[in-house]
């Protein structure tokens, strides 16, 4: 015998006209990043929310966080409810902020409209969607069973899209993802409704400069040519880094396909005389440039570490000090952030897994992240590895125009979420009584 759990995905599909409401509400509120808009209006508006149903509630505010100002203040909330028996505490991370309008879109991009069963908006499906279908399966699972083991956690957190350091990593260095305070993390990122997102690569991001001798344009021999330096260094990656990074491949199961490798983007390049502004029409002098800078963004595999991804590029640059007349560069690390894998056999990797195939009648699809989430400060600073991301939507539209979510995407995922708390919050009919 195992745990009825009929009435709980009747009792969800009931909700589907808050769910909508709820979803349109959190849309409305437009928490554009940057510069951090609206973070209280959103946290105020959940705090509401869940304290009606229950929850105790703390605003926490990320003092000195990056961009957090009176102007911008970096707000989040975290709800807690604890049930009627000492067990464990299942947590909902979700990010509140979105990222830019951008151009292309045909609907409201703050309106939440319905068409065809989704709904559209900046932030639909990265995340609020998936927010919303937290609130609505831990609202659900609370009245079905209300005296559950455990707690239950919500939190929605400012900055992911720009880091995550005035939300996650703020929280977790106050101890907010302790593993004796938590003990499960869901991360409801758009990563669709049958598969679980293990973890993300790594990212190292890094700015290079070459430096030269200023002269006049005329007599380029006279000076030292900072681009051509640069010239010379991105050769050296086209000619060794490219092929070897494209060679190296990932057990991790990171989509789409062409991230199981380790990838490179060289983000900008400036050299020479600034850009002029956009009022001057005038002519460019004629300069010998003494600098040159690029910026690259590697991302890495689970199989190599920093210091080798690092260690890699500077002993480009070295080759090219010994072999290449003049060549002098500099390199600055901009940030870093390490792989995150959590293990299959993981407690909440194994509950969601049984959820999907119960309530969806599928095996999951195991995948991770070629671009890097909130899970990294839950794994490095917070130290729990128990944490995966699961949640509605299509990856592919996150930041795009017209982003939307499905309405009955997101109430397949609350019911994997309510039944995956019934898993971990309720005594299993084969434990001892
Ligand atoms: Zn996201």
Redesign the pocket.
């Given at each position: 015998m195992s745990i009825d759990t009929d009435r709980l995905m009747t009792r969800i599909e009931s909700m589907r006209d808050d769910l909508v409401q709820l979803t349109q509400d959190l849309i409305r509120i437009p928490t554009l990043n940057p510069p951090g808009e609206n973070y209280r209006e959103i946290c105020d508006y959940l705090d509401k929310r869940l304290t009606r149903h229950g929850f105790d509630t703390q605003l926490v505010r990320a003092h000195g966080a990056p961009g957090d100002s009176d102007k911008y203040p970096r707000w989040n909330i975290v709800a807690h409810k604890s049930g009627h028996h000492p067990g464990e505490c299942v947590h909902f991370n979700?990010?509140t902020d979105v990222v830019e309008v951008g151009l292309g879109w045909t609907f409201d991009p703050f309106g939440g409209e319905i068409k065809d069963g989704n709904i559209y908006g900046r932030g639909a499906c990265?995340?609020k969607g998936?927010l919303a279908a937290s609130i609505i399966a831990a609202e659900a699972f609370i009245a079905e069973f209300p005296d559950f083991h455990g707690s239950i956690e919500i939190s929605g957190t400012a900055d992911?899209?720009s880091g995550g350091y005035g939300g996650v990593a703020y929280l977790a260095e106050k101890g907010f993802f302790a593993p004796e305070r938590v003990q499960h993390v869901i991360i409801p990122?758009?990563l669709h409704k049958d598969r679980i997102c293990l973890g993300h690569r790594g990212g190292w991001w890094a700015e290079i400069e070459t430096f030269g001798e200023i002269a006049h344009g005329s007599m380029p021999f006279l000076g030292d040519c900072a681009v051509r330096h640069m010239g010379a260094v991105i050769d050296k990656f086209e000619s060794d880094l490219y092929p070897a990074m494209a060679a190296r491949r990932t057990d991790m199961p990171v989509v789409p396909e062409g991230a199981r490798s380790s990838t490179m983007n060289i983000n900008s390049i400036h050299g020479g005389q600034a850009e002029q502004a956009d009022d001057f029409d005038g002519l460019p002098a004629h300069c010998v440039p003494d600098s040159c800078r690029i910026v690259i963004d590697r991302r890495y595999l689970d199989e190599e570490s920093h210091a080798e991804v690092e260690g890699e590029v500077r002993s480009l640059l070295d080759d090219l000090s010994t072999n290449r007349e003049n060549f002098r560069y500099d390199m600055r690390e901009l940030n870093h952030v390490a792989p995150s894998m959590t293990d299959r056999g993981a407690p909440v990797v194994t509950t969601v897994d049984r959820a999907i195939q119960d309530v969806l009648g599928k095996t999951p699809d195991y995948v991770a992240s070629p671009g890097t989430?909130?899970q990294k400060h839950i794994d490095r600073i917070g130290k729990l590895s128990n944490c995966i991301a699961y949640g509605p939507g299509i990856l592919e539209m996150?930041h795009k125009p017209d982003e939307y979510i499905g309405i009955d995407d997101m109430i397949d995922s609350a019911k994997v979420m309510a039944h995956s708390l019934t898993q971990l919050l309720l005594p299993q009919p084969n434990d001892p009584a």
């Open positions: 979700s990010h990265d995340m998936g992911e899209e990122e758009p989430y909130d996150a």
